[in-house]
């Protein structure tokens, strides 16, 4: 999706207790997170139990994970981060305990039962509207998730170089312009990261012209001399 940050690699090697990994990569060095990218990358993580449910019409535990980070995500949209339009720009809750005592963190009610069914409504709303279009985006390029999958169990990982030719071949139209927008970003970063390092070495190899020589040689007397 437009916001939501880029596809590295994905594997179906089973790795501990996940049965595949999916690695992504911001588009930039994000500090700040905007309502766009936190709702383009919930949709991305409900793609588990969106393709799930497209390809096979039943529910598994295998998207656990994917629901809880996506259910994470929009807690944090509405309780700190002010990003719920019913529930406007506010601070809801307050954390206490301290990770160095070997405590977790947990979050005080500060709020009426009320604001609670409002919270959870909105948190709802939010998971379930990511998932709706999870679904409606893979419904729409159906070709490419069963390309994608026929290649990732061939060669059971794939890179980004495998990912563009998927999406080039097998995306329709608004998703090929949405990946092609993506890769300039990775090329505009890389140049940048490109020029940085030049520039650094440009300088490191100007400070090695401009040391002074070794005043030990300088200073030395031959035999001859004395």
Known sequence: TKYSEIVHKVTI??????????????????????????LDCMAM????????MLI?????????????????????????????????????????GSV???KELTSAKNYSEHTAQLIDNEIQ???????ERALDILKSNKALLEAMTE??????????????????????EEWKAVAASNVN????????EDEKANAEAAKNTLFEDKKPEDSSESGEISQDDK
């Open 45 to 52: 993580t409900m793609g588990g139990r969106a393709a799930e």
């Open 100 to 102: 160095f005592l070997g």
């Open 13 to 38: 090697i089973p790795r501990g207790r996940a049965l595949g990994i999916t690695w992504r990569l911001p588009q930039d060095n994000m500090h700040t997170k905007s309502k766009e990218q936190f």
């Open 56 to 96: 096979y019409g039943n529910l598994t535990t295998g998207a656990s994970g994917d629901i809880e980070a996506a259910t994470d995500d929009a807690r944090n949209m509405v309780t700190m981060y002010g990003m719920s339009d019913k529930l406007g720009p506010v601070r809801l809750g307050k954390q206490e």
């Open 185 to 192: 970003l990775i090329k505009l970063k890389k140049e940048k």
């Open 151 to 172: 290649m990732l169990i061939e060669k059971e990982t794939i890179d980004m170089q495998d990912i563009d030719y998927l999406i080039e071949t097998y995306a329709d």
């Open 125 to 131: 709303d939010l998971v379930t509207s990511s998932y």
